[in-house]
């Protein structure tokens, strides 16, 4: 369930000057500082959008919490959130008049498209990509943790009817873990292995199950997400931490499962989980690990296990956007709570600690 906290009583700078709007800046870790700034002019080939509402990504969590996500460090302040959808409320030259006033999701990744990379349909692996709220590229691209932003007009889906705000905000992780499927090769009556309990982990389990999965599994050590996984449509929830975990997991499977994503970012879990595969599996690494990791190779090699990274997604935002409008896939249920803008330090936190919470968003 969606819960609100704050009071729309909360003043809208950009209601008190028309040039202005409210935002806030990622200056390191632990600090966010609100502030106002200039509304962005779009420009050729831009839209201007008003934002309606950005989901707080691990991602997100990771620049709060340590000040950098892996190699991409910061180097001046920035906005973050790349999980946002919103309203059009201006157009920069050259854009279509009809999308004037439209309700629109963003994909956040503008590759370059002219690499080699980008020509093979891998433009997530683009080097030279922009992401909106990362510090990946520089200059850096402000995210949706702001009343406003610009993005090309072609980044810009037009949502079903269907769709309401916190779906469409909900179209980028979506994208992840659907790309993370089509890393695997597909899980049509297979046994699943999710690792993580998080919002990428629930919407894999949500995405295995409607892709065809005969057993889907989670594991995660927070009784919260172990119950939410059960309500989302998993099978089983295990908590990795017992010490019946792996001779449960290992009958459950009939003697391994078939595919295994990990989406906790934890080593231990990597670990572990290779252990539960059988003979000619596969593994999907979906979360980014805090550093790396040794792997016993001479395991994976004499057991033909599949290695495979998911970094992002390519080529399949619009059908999460799709398969949202449809029905088939549910992922509002992932939303725990949504927070004002004004709020954002105590909803980060919230996110940080995790307390019964799968997905915290943000109503500009």
């Given at each position: ?7 729309d ?8 000057h ?21 509304i ?40 973050l ?54 510090a ?34 909900l ?16 899980v ?71 595919v ?14 290779l ?47 799709h398969?949202?409008?449809s ?8 939303i ?29």
């Open positions: 369930m969606t819960r609100q906290v704050g009071s009583a909360t003043t809208n700078a950009a209601d008190r028309d040039d202005q709007m409210s935002a806030f800046l990622l200056r390191g870790a632990r600090v966010l500082d609100p502030v106002q700034m200039a962005p002019a779009p420009m050729e080939g831009q839209v201007l959008i008003r934002v309606r509402r950005a989901g707080i990504c691990g991602s997100d969590i990771h620049y709060f919490t340590h000040g950098r996500v892996g190699r991409f460090v910061p180097k001046r302040p920035f906005v959130g790349h999980e946002f959808a919103g309203e059009v409320a201006a157009l920069g030259a050259g854009v279509s008049p009809s999308l004037l006033g439209q309700r629109v999701a963003v994909d956040p990744s503008i590759p370059c498209s002219a690499c080699p990379t980008c020509k093979s349909g891998r433009y997530n692996l683009c080097a030279d990509m922009r992401f909106f709220g990362s990946s590229c520089d200059p850096h691209l402000d995210g949706g943790f702001a009343q406003h932003v610009v993005a090309p007009e072609a980044n810009c889906y037009v949502l079903d009817d269907r769709v309401g705000w916190g779906e469409a905000a179209v980028e992780p979506l994208s992840v873990a659907l790309h993370a499927l089509n890393r695997s090769g597909g049509v009556g297979k046994s699943v292995l999710i690792t993580g309990g998080g919002a990428i982990g629930q919407l894999l389990a949500i995405s295995a199950r409607a892709f065809g999965a005969a057993l889907v599994v989670v594991s995660d050590p927070a009784a919260f997400a172990r119950k939410e996984a059960l309500a989302l449509g998993a099978d089983v929830a295990l908590d990795p931490t017992q010490a019946d975990f792996e001779p449960d997991a290992t009958t459950l499977s009939n003697g391994g499962f078939d295994m994503f990990e989406a906790a970012g934890s080593a231990p879990a990597l670990v572990q989980g252990r539960l595969l059988r003979r000619g599996a596969t593994l999907v690494q979906v979360g980014t690990l805090p550093a790396d990791v040794t792997l016993p190779f001479n395991d994976i090699m004499a057991r033909e296990l599949s290695v495979f990274g998911s970094f992002r997604f390519a080529n399949v935002f619009g059908t999460a956007l398969l949202m409008a029905g088939r896939i549910a992922a509002q249920k992932v725990s709570a949504v927070y004002l803008l004004s709020d954002l330090p105590a909803a980060m936190d919230r996110a940080v600690k995790k307390i019964d919470v799968i997905k915290v968003q943000i109503e500009p």
